[in-house]
């Protein structure tokens, strides 16, 4: 019983992080219908950032850890999305409207350049970064058999989640902002002819996408404590597949399934095995695919003849 | 121009600073900060050069720009004999490459792998470029190719040769195995779906230590034979390919030899495209890649043509996978991963889909080239990706785009009786 | 009349609903062989639905389609098939309100990709076509033929290697009538075939659609908004308003019934019809 509440516990902050980058897979994939396959590796930039970020705060000596902490956050949302901006307006923008598949070959070759400047920039071992956030609770009942940990870090993770996803809501469906990202969404023309600065409303998509993913970059960082220029790729596979999964284009849709897709990942490596978590959660994209093809929370689509 | 140059400047460095500006580097205590600021100063400078660089040029060249617009659907008004002679001369000059001078082991094994991608984006042609479905896990096909050979030749000792159609066909079936369930599936849950399966058949080739020794790979595959006769220095009780012409052994024979396979191989595979474009089947490729509503509403099976285009892609990756094999002698799940599958719907979609022309073009650029610059290790990567970009922003439809009708009513009505469109009765 | 002419399609008790919107209520009626029956309506009536429904776009939620092709003992329940069987087996083929052409594809290939089903059994599945053996030859020689035929009637013969997204709207419209026919069907509908002609292209198409029910001997189902192609060619109307049938017979009762007139205009009973909309509705004795 108490192995199933530490993996259901370690599933949910794994899903945070999923759900944290899906987020930015479904604006992008809602707004202009595109696979913006290099999303994975602005997770990835954005955990760099935030590892240079900590140490730096090491050299300035800052050591009030909330401080630190909040301070990181901040540059790395910031300067990751500057990276998201920049991916957009260079590979994406020109190939707008143009022929379908030119940009997923765009967002590949970027996937593939951002991958390799890191490598280049940064080298190619992996990357440690000792425990900054220590401690945690600890549940155990009077018998000694219960016993689950609930870190202070995993708190922050779901804590920090829940807030950045309440607030993100707000925007979308309550500004003028999020009232032209959703119309931009529908009909890119006719927000355009209506007054919409489409151009503005796709680069504070990409902008939003890769702050969220540079969150959740951060928090791998701390989660795990090792980065390497190759994460982004395996992480954002999976987070594409909590967009599909929860139903590409809707908000809460991505966070189900980046929540489902956490738990799936962290059940199966505890209850069957490790080496083929990721086939499952393959296999159970392709299921409901098969089965549910607008994903748990998407529209269903009437076919227009 | 300044102003917008300067915006681009700052863009830039605030891009730098961050992964440019600091290096994580490894000390005793772990991780530390180097500094190389002057980085950040570079690629500020550059972007503003270039930016700048850029204005001007767009500013006069913008009469060449606009008059290389493209119309909305090229379709070449006569045929195109400017193409058939190019692809002719290509032909003759990959037959007489190993005759060169100048071509020597290297060269030749780097045409080999060159020819390995043309094949495998010839074979993806018919899945991407004329069927229209985007297949985003190719190289897991190629794998099941590689692997089934291998394993077929070590476990019962079958020559190349015979294991060659096991491995098309068996990787046909795989084709059908994934496509049957996602196919019909629209194009971007496709893409995400076979790249899932990609990734799943590499864990499984990477886990299954029984079957496909995990990681370590597969090593000390039988290399081909010359009908029957290897390409050894002496080999016991056979008679080797040197000893059967009365030559003397060199290694280059084998290599050569392995050239003018993947060039058989890869011609088949461009013999079979171009004349199944001009069968029912696979104008209704074509026909389901420009809409699917109206091809139901003809009366074809959307399910089974897609499957059939599914299929036939992967046996021509089976096949190529085979060829990789025996020509490493050694594979692991490594080789597999999805950057391969990456670079052949690159060299597809950047030869301009359905373009077999095209497709070598491409894979001359994006393989052929990097090869070059192998030195320059890690920059190789960076200058691929670079590239893709810059070719479709270049060229958002490919480099080679127009598209040859495969039927025509002027040519047909010249090869049957000559007549006038209007005598034409039922 | 032709009244007489033995049922190609009977529609019963169709209806379509959307979650909680009935696009169709209760429909039907009958199309007969060598007749041209037209559906009409205000937009939003359940036209389109009603075809998307016959050709297995949509399936049903209540009703039977049979269709009952001539020289053909059988008959085919419409609603229990796939949507491609029922071009290729029943023999319905279609057309669509915003033009579906193989755009990037030339004219001729999509004529010819409409033979598709025959041309597979003479390539047998291919394996002929590789081999280059003579009847597959002469099949595609065949279909050459046919479409030959077709573009001379569409007038489309000098344009057959032109990609088909690049002609004029008009003749857009009249190859994909020509490329339905292709099919060789028992049975032709056309979603909005006049949307967007002129008036000398919209009696062109008149004159073909009674070509082809006087030549080919096929019925023909037709949605139009058009009435001065409806009243001039069609033989029986059926009205749908709200998606329940509201009228149904020749266009001249039709175009009297009150019930026809208070859909379209939305007029209180016995109210006079104002002039220039009466225009718009004219009798003509069907053909």
């Known amino acids: ?103 997923l070959i765009s967002a590949i070759g970027m996937s593939i350049v951002l991958e390799n400047y890191v490598q280049v920039a940064q080298g190619a071992r992996v990357k440690p970064l000792p425990p900054i956030v220590h401690g945690g609770f600890e549940l155990s009942a009077a018998n000694a058999d219960y016993h689950v940990t609930l870190s202070y870090l995993q708190v922050v993770i779901v804590l920090v ?91 809460p849709g991505a966070m189900l399934g980046g929540l489902l897709i956490g738990l799936i990942e962290a059940f199966w490596s505890a209850y069957f095995s490790i080496e083929y978590k990721d086939v499952a959660v393959f296999s159970i994209l392709v299921l409901v695919l098969i089965f549910r093809p607008t994903g748990l929370l998407g529209r269903p689509e009437i076919e227009k003849v | 121009m300044l102003k917008d140059a300067l915006a681009a400047a700052v863009v830039a460095a605030l891009l730098a600073l961050p992964l440019l500006g600091f290096r994580l580097a490894d000390s005793q205590q772990g991780l530390s900060l180097d500094y190389r600021f002057a980085w950040v100063g570079y690629a500020a400078a550059a972007v503003f050069i270039g930016r700048l660089g850029m204005a001007f040029a767009a500013a006069a060249f913008s009469r060449v720009f606009q008059r290389k617009r493209q119309t909305l659907l090229p379709l070449a008004g006569r045929p195109s004999r400017n193409r058939k002679i190019v692809g002719w001369l290509l032909v003759a000059a990959a037959l007489l490459l190993p005759l060169a001078p100048f071509a020597d082991r290297n060269l030749i094994d780097k045409a080999t792998l060159l020819l390995i991608y043309v094949m495998l984006g010839w074979g993806l042609n018919i899945v991407v470029g004329l069927a229209g479905l985007l297949d985003l896990g190719y190289v ?88 029957g ?26 290599i050569i030899f392995l050239y003018y396979v993947i060039l058989v191989l890869a011609l088949a595979t461009n013999l079979f495209t171009l004349r199944i474009r001009r069968l029912p089947i696979g104008r209704a490729w074509e026909a389901l890649r420009e809409d699917e509503t109206a091809c139901r509403s003809l009366g074809i099976n959307p399910t089974r043509t897609k499957l059939s285009a599914f299929a036939l892609g992967a046996m021509f990756a089976g096949f190529a996978g085979s060829f990789f094999a025996t020509r490493q002698g050694f594979i692991s799940p490594e080789s597999f991963t999805f950057i391969e599958s990456a670079i052949i719907l690159a060299i597809v979609v950047l030869g301009g889909m359905g373009s077999q022309i095209g497709i070598v073009l491409a894979a001359i650029l994006l393989v052929g080239l990097p090869e070059w610059f192998r030195d320059l290790q890690q920059y190789r990567m960076l200058a691929f990706g670079g590239a893709m970009v810059l070719i479709m922003l270049w060229r958002p439809r490919g480099l080679l785009a127009s598209r040859e009708p495969t039927i025509r009513l002027a040519a047909d009505a010249l090869e049957a009786a000559p007549q006038t469109a209007g005598e034409a009765a039922r | 009349m032709t009244a007489a002419a033995p049922p190609l399609l009977t529609v ?204 080919h001997g096929i019925g023909l189902l037709l949605i139009e908004h058009d009435m001065s192609v409806v009243m001039q060619i069609s033989d029986h109307v059926v009205v749908l308003d709200h998606g329940a049938p509201i009228a149904e017979g020749t266009p001249d009762m039709v175009s009297n019934d009150p019930a026809v007139i208070r859909a379209y205009l939305g007029a209180a009973e016995g109210e006079a019809l104002p002039p220039d909309v009466a225009g718009g509705l004219p009798t003509a004795p069907p053909c």
């Open chain 1, 161 to 251: 989640t829940v807030g950045l996803m309440a607030g993100f809501t707000y925007v979308i469906t309550r500004t003028p902002l999020g009232r032209a990202q959703r119309a931009t969404e529908q009909d890119m023309t006719m927000a355009s002819l209506l007054g919409v600065n489409v151009d503005r409303v796709v680069s504070t998509t990409f902008v939003l996408g890769a702050a969220l993913a540079a969150v959740a970059g951060l928090m791998v960082t701390l989660y795990y404590g090792v980065i390497d220029f190759y994460i982004g790729f395996i992480a954002g596979m999976k987070a594409f597949t909590a967009a599909v999964l929860g139903g590409i284009g809707s908000l």
């Open chain 1, 1 to 103: 019983m108490d192995y199933f509440i530490q993996q259901l516990i370690n599933g949910v902050t794994l899903g945070a992080i999923y759900g944290l980058i899906a987020i930015g897979y479904t604006m992008v994939y809602g707004i202009i219908g595109m696979i913006n396959f290099a999303h994975g590796d602005i997770y990835m930039i954005g955990a760099f950032i935030s590892l240079v970020g900590f140490l730096l705060m090491g050299v300035l000596g800052i050591s009030y850890l909330p401080l630190a902490l909040f301070t990181v956050l901040l540059l790395s949302m910031l300067l990751t999305a500057v990276y998201g901006w920049a991916v957009e307006r260079i590979a994406y923008r020109p190939l707008r409207g143009s022929f379908k598949l030119a940009p």
């Open chain 2, 140 to 227: 897991a096909f190629y794998a099941v190719g590689a692997y089934s050979y291998a394993l077929l030749s070590q476990t019962f000792g079958l020559s190349f040769w015979l294991c060659l159609p096991f491995a098309g066909a068996l990787a046909a079936c795989f084709g059908i195995l994934l496509g049957f369930p996602v196919l019909r599936l629209r194009g971007d849950y496709l893409a995400i779906v076979t790249l899932g399966f990609g990734e799943i058949v590499r864990v499984v080739l990477l886990n299954w230590e029984s079957l496909t020794n995990g990681p370590n790979g597969i090593s000390g595959i039988q290399r081909p034979s010359f009908f």
């Open chain 2, 229 to 254: 006769l290897p390409f050894l220095a002496a080999a016991p009780g056979r008679t080797t390919f040197h000893e059967f012409f009365g030559l003397p052994f060199s290694p280059g024979q084998r």
């Open chain 3, 12 to 215: 019963e008790h169709l209806t379509m609903r959307f979650g909680g919107l009935v696009a169709i209520n209760d429909l039907s009626f009958t199309a007969r062989q060598r007749q041209i029956t037209a559906i009409i309506g205000p937009n939003g009536a359940g036209k389109t639905t009603v075809f998307n429904c016959l050709t297995g776009f949509y399936k049903p939620s209540v009703g039977r389609l049979t269709l009952t092709p001539p020289n053909n003992g059988g008959c085919f329940l419409l609603e229990r098939m796939e949507g491609f069987r029922i071009a290729k087996d029943a023999g319905v083929a279609r057309t669509f309100q915003n033009i579906r052409l193989f755009a990037g594809m030339s004219v001729l290939e999509n004529l010819v990709v409409a033979q598709h089903n025959r041309l597979m059994r003479a390539s047998a599945y291919s394996v002929a076509g590789l081999l280059g053996l003579n009847r597959y030859t002469r099949a595609e020689r065949q279909a050459v033929e046919l479409a030959r035929y077709w573009l001379d009637r569409i007038e489309l013969t000098g344009q057959a290697d032109w990609a088909a997204g690049n002609l004029p709207y008009g003749s857009q419209r009249r190859l994909e009538i020509a490329r339905a026919m292709c099919t060789e069907p028992c049975l032709l509908c056309l979603d909005e075939p006049a949307a967007g002609l002129n008036p000398r292209e919209s009696a062109q198409l008149n004159e073909l659609l009674l070509d082809i029910r006087g030549q």
